[in-house]
């Protein structure tokens, strides 16, 4: 299992701890300072580097687990990068070495163009942060978490502080229970004040780990619909999530892992190109088709009304087509859909994970 994160930074003297033991990833430097070395942190992505680069980095906790094994990872100015995989295939663990919540075993890790953790209070203030859940004070309104929050913030301007809390709980939709206690939240409406803390300043960086768990389909939407108008004013977003289907709609890139290995990573469209997609066999004679299929090595065998699906055996596509007709397999549609990020995950790992929320 994951380590817990590390004690939230500028906490609020005098109060009952939060509901959560999760803390929120905060800057704990002085404000004129971080602010300067938050500019040098810009500067070096204005240089040309990846907003985050990972070299051979690994992590393995006491007692041997090895929770992350030399990862190699590169994450583009602009982009919206998933970071894809089972639960327990490292992903947690990976974003807590980023934002320099726990030190790697080995190996290095650069965000916005400097080492991590070494360089936390200048990368930080420019890094909106949302890992594993938001930790609140559920005595207080979800306003008041939100002022709480920036208040600790040493480069926030306070005389702006209201505006920016009240311009954030609109855009995750949370205007309205405003003034609610956080402790009568649902999970869904947590998430999105998470994410509302996430976005009280401009960030060059927006790191969400798992942005739709507990929200229904429509908040679900509303959250990619979030992410897609936050890459558009040009905040890179790395999203990670067991979900094949949020990624595939809403990333331009991602990368895969599995048992703590990077598998595959780049940009989404590139992924899947070059596999087969499943294969459609349209026929009245639907018990015989999946007979000649399994014959003839597809895999995955899956019949639905009169339509047969599998994973395509290697060879030419035509002459299974062929072995069918001969078979007396009345072929009505034949044809393969176009290859999806399940398809390239299963072909590069043999295994599969939840395809949707």
């Known amino acids: 299992m994951d380590e817990p994160s590390v004690t939230e930074p500028g906490r609020?003297?005098?109060?009952?701890?939060?509901?959560?033991s999760e803390r929120p990833v905060r800057a704990s430097a002085e404000g004129a300072e971080v602010a300067g070395d938050a500019v040098a942190a810009e500067e070096a992505v204005a240089a040309g580097d990846a907003v985050i680069a990972t070299r051979a980095l690994t992590k393995r906790y006491r007692g041997g687990q090895l929770a992350v094994d030399g990862l190699d990872l590169t994450v583009p100015a602009g982009s919206v990068f998933g970071?894809?995989?089972p639960n327990g295939s490292g992903?947690?663990?990976?974003?807590?070495?980023?934002?320099g919540l726990i030190e790697p075993t080995s190996g290095t890790a650069r965000v916005l163009g400097r080492p991590m953790p070494r360089a936390a209070r200048a990368v930080l203030p420019r890094v909106g942060a949302l890992i594993e859940g938001p930790a609140l004070y559920g005595f207080l309104s979800g306003r008041d978490n939100l002022l709480r929050y920036d208040a600790a913030d040493p480069t926030a301007d306070p005389r702006t502080r209201r505006a920016r809390v009240a311009a954030a709980l609109d855009r995750v939709g949370l205007a309205a229970a405003a003034g609610k206690k956080a402790k009568a939240y649902s999970l869904g409406m947590k998430q999105r004040l998470g994410l509302a803390a996430a976005l009280l300043q401009p960030r060059r960086l927006l790191v969400l780990d798992e942005p739709t768990n507990g929200l229904d389909p429509q908040g679900m939407r509303e959250i990619r619909t979030l992410v897609r108008e936050l890459a558009g004013d040009g905040t890179t977003v790395f999203l990670s999530s067991h979900l094949l289907d949020e990624i595939e709609q809403v990333c331009t890139h991602a990368a895969v892992m599995a048992r703590g290995r990077?598998?595959?990573?780049?940009?989404?469209a590139e992924l899947a190109a070059g596999r087969r997609g499943r294969l459609v066999v349209t026929t009245p004679d639907t018990g015989d088709a999946a007979r000649v299929l399994k014959e003839r090595g597809a895999a995955g065998i899956v019949i639905a009304g009169d339509r047969v699906t599998a994973q395509p055996p290697d060879g030419d596509l035509a002459d299974l087509n062929a072995a069918l007709v001969a078979a007396g397999v009345r072929v009505r549609g034949f044809g393969t859909e176009r290859a999806s990020l399940e398809d390239a995950f299963v072909a590069l790992t043999g295994e599969g994970f939840d395809v949707a929320g």
């Open 12 to 20: 609020p003297e005098r109060l009952e701890r939060p509901e959560r």
């Open 83 to 85: 970071f894809l995989g």
């Open 91 to 99: 992903k947690t663990t990976t974003i807590r070495m980023l934002m």
């Open 262 to 268: 990077l598998i595959t990573q780049g940009p989404v």
